[in-house]
């Protein structure tokens, strides 16, 4: 039986970039075996943060090797996705990986596949996953229509992605990178009291 993890999104607005993730793990296509699930984390000495949707034994063989990378080249995000890139694909034993990521440092946000693309996405906001077509909507919306600051809108958009997806739920994680990141995290706090 697979083990599947869901929706990430990730805004970059204003010199600070949110990451926002569920905690769901669906087994298979019907049963939900974990609610409370850690897909978003900060890596190489809380420079970089990712999250992780889709098969979660590939999604970590996919955040291993790129953090092998990160150290490899000294935390550069960009040379690190590409050179994970090349090696993919040029890895004779190695095999496609059902899962996807997105990482950000300070200046860059990318997407990940275990496929061996690297994209950098437009109008930073970007979702995968399950409810990430919806994550992805919701956020858009929330960027151009509020001023709402960028860990805001990733955990909005995250929430409204677990009203209308059935392998999302709200047990919601959320990780910041960039100048403003202490008072970012207070403003989710004061936020996340309010929706309380």
């Known amino acids: 039986m697979e083990f599947r993890g869901t929706t990430i999104c990730a805004v970059k607005k204003n010199g600070v970039t949110a990451i926002a993730g569920d905690g769901q793990v669906t087994m298979g296509e019907s049963v939900i075996f974990k609610n409370t ?13 990712l999250g992780f949707a889709g098969s979660v034994t590939d999604a970590f063989a996919l955040t291993e090797r790129f953090e092998g990378m990160l ?4 935390g550069n995000l960009m040379r690190s996705a590409v050179e994970l890139a090349e090696l993919w694909r040029s890895d004779k034993i190695g ?19 275990g496929t061996g693309e690297v994209i950098e996405p437009d109008e930073g906001v970007c979702a995968i996953g399950s409810g990430g077509n919806y994550a992805l909507a919701a956020a858009r919306a929330l960027y151009k229509e509020t001023d709402y600051d960028a860990p805001t809108i990733a955990q909005k958009a995250l929430k409204i992605a677990s009203e209308i997806c059935v392998f999302t739920n709200d047990n919601i994680r959320l990780e910041t990178v960039g100048k403003q990141q202490e008072t970012t995290k207070k403003a989710v706090k004061k936020s996340a ?3 309380a």
């Open 95 to 113: 095999r496609k990986l059902d899962a996807m990521m997105i990482t950000a440092d300070e200046n860059t946000l990318l997407i990940l596949s």
């Open 71 to 74: 150290n490899k080249f000294s």
């Open 37 to 49: 699930a850690v897909k978003v984390r900060r890596i190489f000495g809380g420079k970089v943060i």
């Open 193 to 195: 009291k309010k929706e």
